[in-house]
């Protein structure tokens, strides 16, 4: 009787084990069908979109504010200089991605052109509406042209047998591969704009207005547990944690701190020249930026991308030009912040007004009179260029 009820409860076991992997085979191929164009595709969109509408239900019955915002200020100033060439952007609840869980991401570029303004001020209109759309292909076509799906679930994981680890690798390279084609697409539109505002074959422009103009662009996007930073040139991104300074992207400078992209620039047959310093063919100090198309082949606009989890130790998070960073440490800029932000009964309005972008006479919080004192600061220092600041309160 004891060997009868044993291999009755094998046989359920298997017999379960057999509709189990039916009906994963039934899913995936149910995936597969409507991947494609059509009515299909068009299901499968209104699933995530009542997904989504799911999710942002649950957080408003949780008591979550579901499209809470962090505080931030920012300033953005001709400092010394005669021109403008730097330029900023703000876009919080920017988008609800699916690898994201349907929740909102928040935005925050600086780009700090040169050659002319022109082409900062096509970042600053063009690179979060680009990010928008390669964060909202992700998941909803399949593999798709951001390099793969979105967050995923348990039956996502069951079905490709990956665990909790490999799950989030899986995750944190679709957003690198999401922010890579973000710049890679931005630089087209770059090296096709000319300052007239033509593009490609309808410029009738002299060719050198179109061919050495650039910027940099350092660009973060929050979300409730990452923060992912691309950078390209010398524009530069910093966390505050727990009274540290943590460098969230790296400099683009052939010399002194840079040695892999001096090297890199030379395998591709560049040269690195002295003229105010060095510089790829002793005319851009940066060996990355968006734009530059005479030295496309050396000068690329490849961003190196951090990808770094939130600790409930953050404090605030410092994205400016090297109007700021040429004239002040990472160290002391989070201090400063860290200080401004975290001082009781503050008088908003003690840190005189500059004229800038974006800037009121009166600084509404905490975030915008810490990014007018760090700006008044690197002109006190007799900071040479722009100067724009972005700083983040995380802990409001």
């Not at 991605?97 to 096509?122: K, S, T, W």
């Not at 087209?188 to 593009?199: F, I, L, P, R």
């Not at 929050?222 to 009274?243: F, I, K, M, Q, W």
Request: with cysteine.
């Amino acid at each position: 009787m004891e060997v009868s009820g044993f291999r009755r409860m094998k046989d359920d076991d298997n017999d379960l084990q057999d509709k189990c992997r039916e009906r994963r085979r039934r899913r995936i191929e149910m995936r597969r069908l409507t991947g494609g164009s059509g009515s299909g595709s068009s299901s499968a969109d209104a699933a995530k979109v009542a997904e989504c509408k799911k999710v942002r239900t649950g957080e408003e019955a949780s008591g979550v504010a579901a499209d809470a915002s962090p505080m931030v200020g920012k300033m953005s100033v001709a400092g010394r200089l005669r021109d403008m060439e730097d330029a900023i952007s703000v876009r919080t609840n920017l988008c609800r991605p699916e690898i994201n869980r349907c929740r909102p991401v928040h935005f925050f570029g600086v780009y700090d052109g040169h050659g002319g303004p022109h082409v900062a001020a096509l970042c600053r209109e063009r690179m979060h509406v680009l990010m928008e759309e390669e964060l909202m292909r992700v998941g909803i076509t399949g593999d798709g042209e951001s390099g793969g799906g979105g967050g995923g679930g348990g039956e996502e994981r069951e079905e490709l047998g990956l665990g909790e680890e490999e799950e989030e690798a899986a995750a944190e390279e679709k957003w690198r591969n999401a922010v890579r084609k973000c710049f890679e697409r931005m630089d087209q539109v770059a090296v096709g704009t000319c300052v007239c505002g033509s593009e490609g074959s309808e410029c009738r422009c002299h060719p050198v207005e179109l061919s050495l103009s650039g910027s940099t662009a350092v660009v973060a996007i929050l979300t409730p547990e990452h923060y992912v930073v691309g950078n390209v040139g010398d524009s530069r991104a910093v966390l505050c944690r727990s009274g540290r300074a943590v460098p969230l992207s790296f400099d683009h400078k052939v010399k002194p701190d840079r040695e892999d992209e001096l090297a890199r620039i030379q395998a591709c047959g560049g040269r690195v020249m002295f003229y105010k310093g060095a510089r790829v063919e002793g005319i851009l100090a940066m060996s990355r930026a968006i734009g530059d198309k005479f030295l496309k082949e050396y000068v690329i606009s490849e961003p190196e991308i951090s990808f770094t989890r939130r600790d409930p130790e953050d404090e605030c998070l410092i994205l400016a030009s090297d109007g700021l960073w040429d004239v002040l440490t990472n160290d002391l800029a989070c201090e400063i912040a860290r200080e401004c932000l975290r001082e009781k009964n503050p008088d908003l309005n003690a840190v005189p007004p500059i004229e800038s972008e974006g800037a009121e006479a009166l600084y509404p919080s905490r975030s915008a009179s810490t990014a007018a004192l760090l700006t008044r600061l690197a002109l006190g220092r007799k900071s040479s260029d722009n100067i724009s600041v972005i700083v983040v309160d995380l802990k409001s």
